[in-house]
C-alpha cells in the first residue's frame, strides 16, 4: 500500500478525484467547501490533469454545466456545501431522472437560518428524496477511498446515478491528518474511462431531459426508484472490489464492538469516530454498548440495518439535522419506519445533537449512552439545548 | 496521546505551525491531527489552532478542551485571552515573551510548568521578520520531546523552499535559549 | 461519442419500458406532430414582389419558412402557426396573411 502522508482532508479528497481523470469540474467556492474550489481550480489550471475547470456563477449553474457535461458523455464532478446545495436542490432529482453519473462531495454545513459556517446535516438531509446514491465518511482516508469509488459506482451501467460523498465540513474537510493516496496507476486500472449508455452527439441525435404526461410519470418514478434500490448491491460490488486492491474494507453498515451489546448507537459522518472512543471507554468500565455506522444514507440498507441491531435492546440513533415539526430527525424517522413492521425490534431513541457546528466529545457520547438508561418514552432529544 | 492548542493572532502562521507540527509527526511515523479553530478569521484578531499527536491511531474528532501544552505565539494575548483555561494539572505552558517569567505567572495567576523564549527576537535576527510560528516549534520541541528537531526538516523545506534554513536556524535557537521558569 | 439507436415506443405503457434517464431515441420525432393544424390564417406570397433577402425566413419562430426552388421563401403550412410575423417583416410586403376559412 501507499505511503502515510499529512494531507489536509480537502486537498486530499481533490488529489483523489485528480487521479480519477475528470473531463469537467464546474464548483462555485463556498465555506468550507472552498478549499476544494481553490485546489480543484489549481490542479487543472496548472494542467496536471487533461480537464476543463468551468468558474460558474453559482451552485445551480456548477450542477447545471455537468448535466449538460455529463449528458454529452463527459465525467463530471462537482462539490459544494449547505446553502450552495440549497441552490441546487431543483436540478439534483433531474439529473437523476436523466440518469447522469456526476459525482459531488458536500462539505456538511449547517443550513442558513441564521447563518451558520459549521458542521452539521441539514443541507444533505432535504436532498433525501433526489434520488442520488449518498455516502458519508468518518474520516480523511474515506473521503479519499469513497470519492474515487463513487465515480465507478455512478457510472456502472446497472446504476448510472449522480453520487454524493458526504464530507463532515471543517471538522473533516480542514483536518490534516494522515492519509495514503493511491497512485494513479491503481486508480487507472480500478476505474476505467467513463463508457456512457448514451450521450448528446450530432452523429446520433437524441433527446435528454424529456417531459412526461400523468399518464407515464408514475411509471419513471418508479423506473428511477428500481435504479436507487438496486444501486446497493453495486455499491456493496465496489466496496469489495476496493478491498481486495487496496485492503481498506467498506460496507453500506458497519458496526463496532456491536457483539453482545444491549445498546446501540447509530451514527453517521464523523461523529462516529469519537463515539467509537465513548464506546472504547464504557466497554472497559465492563458497559455492554457499541456502534452501529451507516455509511450508505440513500438508498437506505434496510436489510444490513435490521440484521446489525437484531439483538440489540435499545438503539440510541444520532441525529445531526432536524425534520423542523415532524417526528425528530430524518434518519431516525426512516429507522423507526424500517422497524415498524417487525416483530422483535429494541427502542429507539432519536438524539438530535451538534447542530450548527456544536461540538460532541467523548464525554457527550458517554453521556448519552447513560441518558438512554434513563430515558422511558421515544420521542426526540435535542441534545445539549440550554432551557 | 499529547494534545496541544496553540494562541496567535490571525496572520502570524499559528495555523502554519500546527500544520508543520502534524505533518512531521507523521513524516516520522506517528498518527497526529493539525487544525484551526474552525469559523472567519481577519489579521490580528486572536486565533487559536490545534494539534493532537500520538503513537497510536487518533479517533477524536471534536475540539481540544483539556490540553497538555499551551503555546502562546504572541505576547500581546497574555491577559486578552485565558490562555491557562483547561490547560491539564501538571500541563506545560510556553510564552513568546521577553518579560521575565515572574511577571508572567502573576499576570496569569500560574503555578504551573511555565517555558518563555523571546521568540520574536529570534524571529527578526534570523529570518527579518517578527513571524514567530516556526521559531516557536523549537520551543515546542524542546519543552516536551514529542518530536525531534530533524523530524521537522522535510515539513519545512516542502512548504517554505528557499527559506527552509532560516526557519531551521529560527527554530534551533530557540530549541537552546528557551528558559524553564522556576517552580512558582 | 455516438450512441446505438434503439426501440422507440410511442409511449412507454409498462415502468421498465421507460428508456433509461426517460431518453427519447428517435432522432427529430417533434416533426411528427403537425402543429399547423389550428392556424386562422395563412401566409401568401407574392413571387413578383419578393426580393429574396431570407428576412422572412430569419424571424418565422417556428423555423417553418424555407428556401425553394430560384431563391424564393415558403412557409411550411404543416407547421405554419400562422402569427403574421413574416408578413409584418417583409419588406417589399410580398407576404399577406389570408384567413384559413376562405
Known sequence: MGKRIGMEVAIAAVEAVALCNIDVAAVYPITPQSHIAEHMADVIHDGRIDSEFITVESE??????????????????????????????????????????????????????????WNDHGDIMPQRDSGWICLFTENGQEA?????????????????????????????????????????AEVAKFLPPRKPFASLHPDNPISMGCFAMPDTYAETVKAKETALVNSKKIVTKVFNEWAKRFGR????????????A??????????????????????????????????????????????????????????????????????ATDVKSILYGEKKKPRVLNVIAGLGGRDLTVSDFVAMFEMAKKKKDETFELYGVRE | MIEIRWHGRGGQGAVTSVEMMALAAIEAGKYAQGFPAFGPERR??????????????????????????????????????????????????????????????????????????????????ELGVPIANTTMLGAVLKATGVLGLASMKPPLEHRFGRVAAKNMSAMKRAFSEMKAAKAA | MATKKTEQKKW????????????????????????????????????????KCGICYIYCPEGCIQEVKDGFFEANLDYCKGCGICAHECWPGAIVMREEEE
Not at chain 1, 60 to 68: D, F, V
Not at chain 1, 88 to 100: F, G, T
Not at chain 2, 54 to 69: A, L, M, T, W
Request: aromatic share 4%; net charge positive.
Open chain 1, 60 to 117: 445551480h449553474s456548477a450542477i447545471s454545466a455537468c448535466a449538460g457535461a455529463s449528458a454529452a458523455g463527459a465525467r463530471a464532478y462537482t462539490a459544494t456545501s449547505s446553502q450552495g446545495l440549497m441552490l441546487m436542490h431543483e436540478i439534483l432529482p433531474i439529473v437523476s431522472a436523466m440518469r447522469l453519473p456526476i459525482c459531488m462531495a458536500n462539505a456538511n454545513r449547517a443550513v442558513s437560518g441564521p447563518l451558520n459556517i
Open chain 1, 144 to 184: 479519499i477511498d469513497l470519492s474515487i469509488m463513487s465515480f465507478k459506482i455512478a457510472e456502472d451501467p446497472e446504476v448510472m446515478l449522480p453520487c454524493v460523498v458526504n464530507i463532515d465540513g471543517f471538522q473533516l474537510t480542514h483536518m490534516i491528518e494522515p492519509l495514503e493516496l493511491p497512485s494513479k
Open chain 1, 249 to 260: 474494507k467498506y460496507s453500506v453498515v458497519e458496526t463496532y464492538k456491536s457483539k453482545g
Open chain 1, 262 to 331: 444491549d445498546t446501540l448507537m447509530l451514527t453517521m459522518g464523523s461523529m462516529g469516530e469519537t463515539a467509537a472512543t465513548a464506546v472504547d471507554e464504557m466497554r472497559k468500565a465492563g458497559k455492554k454498548v457499541g456502534l452501529v455506522k451507516l455509511r450508505l444514507w440513500r438508498p437506505f440498507p434496510v436489510e444490513e440495518l435490521k440484521e446489525a441491531i437484531k439483538e440489540c435492546k435499545t438503539l440510541i440513533v444520532m441525529d445531526r439535522a432536524i425534520s423542523t415539526g415532524g417526528a425528530g430527525g430524518p434518519v
Open chain 2, 44 to 125: 490580528g484578531a486572536p486565533v487559536m489552532a490545534f494539534n493532537r499527536v500520538s503513537d497510536k491511531p487518533i479517533k477524536i474528532r471534536s475540539g481540544i478542551y483539556q490540553p497538555d501544552v499551551v503555546v502562546v505565539l504572541d505576547p500581546s494575548l497574555v491577559g486578552l485571552v485565558p490562555v491557562t483555561d483547561g490547560l491539564k494539572p501538571g500541563g506545560i505552558l510556553i510564552v513568546n515573551t521577553a518579560k521575565p517569567a515572574d511577571e508572567l505567572r502573576k499576570k496569569l495567576n500560574y503555578k504551573g510548568i511555565l517555558f518563555t523564549v523571546d521568540a520574536t527576537h529570534i524571529a527578526r535576527e
Open chain 3, 12 to 51: 412507454p405503457e409498462k415502468w421498465h419500458e421507460v428508456n433509461p434517464g426517460c431518453m427519447v431515441f428517435a432522432a427529430g420525432n417533434a416533426a411528427n406532430y403537425k402543429t399547423g393544424s389550428w392556424k386562422s390564417q395563412r401566409p401568401l406570397t407574392d413571387n413578383a414582389k419578393c426580393i
